[in-house]
């Protein structure tokens, strides 16, 4: 496969990515999160490369405990041929370096919106904060990311340390995932400890039919993706 491999963050709001799959990994111990990650990138850098598959983003959370794998595709439909087809054999080859990975399954988001705080620099990501909210129904979802994007004190009066906040709903209507970005762990760890944070939860415990699931820290460990000349024919095909 030609893939260009880097530590570079996703560009979670390119317009051709039609679904994300969000898949958690429990491994354990940091040095398996290595493994396991570097396992992952060299399967998908020597196998044939599936048709539709943009993105492929692994970060390793700062307990050492997890890996999460976030991927980019034109559509369900291209991500499912390859579940069916070339996955199983990919999984066997990861396990075989990495054995006893929990994997708890695959979510499958559409990308809802994005929020970067104004007048603020360019800055690069060293961290990425994932918080996922349990919810009752798709009607939920809608008024849960409504609720923090336009009322919300963490982005609207948000920490300076806050790059932007990917808003994720899942397809099956059941959960949201705020996919955030920041400057990095000490920045999220003091968001956390102020009178904004405790605000904003206040505001999603008001909310009926949502249960907070948690947030995990993570930073990049790896990342691939299909060369622009291979999307553009995709296209065309």
């Known amino acids: 496969m030609n893939l260009a491999t880097d530590a570079a963050f996703p560009d979670v709001t390119r317009a051709d990515a039609g679904t994300i799959l969000v898949s958690p990994w429990i491994v354990g111990t940091p040095q398996r999160q290595h493994a396991a990650i570097n396992a992952t990138l060299a399967e998908w850098t020597h196998a044939p490369l599936p048709q539709g598959f943009l993105s492929l983003s692994c970060f390793a959370s700062t307990d050492g405990r997890t890996v999460l794998n976030y991927a ?14 070339a996955r199983p054999a990919l999984v066997r080859e990861i396990d075989a370096v990495v054995p006893g990975i929990e994997r708890p399954g695959v979510t499958r988001y559409r990308l809802d919106r994005s929020v970067v705080p104004k007048d603020q620099p360019r800055r690069t990501p060293t961290a990425m904060i994932a918080v996922t909210f349990d919810v009752d129904n798709a009607a939920v979802q809608r008024t849960l990311i409504d609720s923090l994007v336009t009322t919300g004190p963490a982005l609207t009066d948000p920490h ?20 955030s970005e920041w400057t990095d762990i000490a920045a999220h760890a003091d968001f956390l400890a102020s009178a904004t944070s405790a605000r904003t939860r206040a505001i999603v415990e008001t909310i009926p039919g949502v249960a907070l699931f948690g947030f995990t820290r993570y930073r990049l460990h790896g990342s691939l993706a299909a060369p622009a000349s291979r999307i553009l024919a995709q296209k065309t095909e």
């Open 72 to 85: 980019q595709w034109t559509s369900d439909g291209a991500h499912l041929a390859f579940m069916q087809t």
């Open 160 to 179: 300076p340390g806050l790059i932007a906040a990917h808003f994720h709903a899942s397809i099956d209507g059941r959960r949201v995932l705020n996919y």
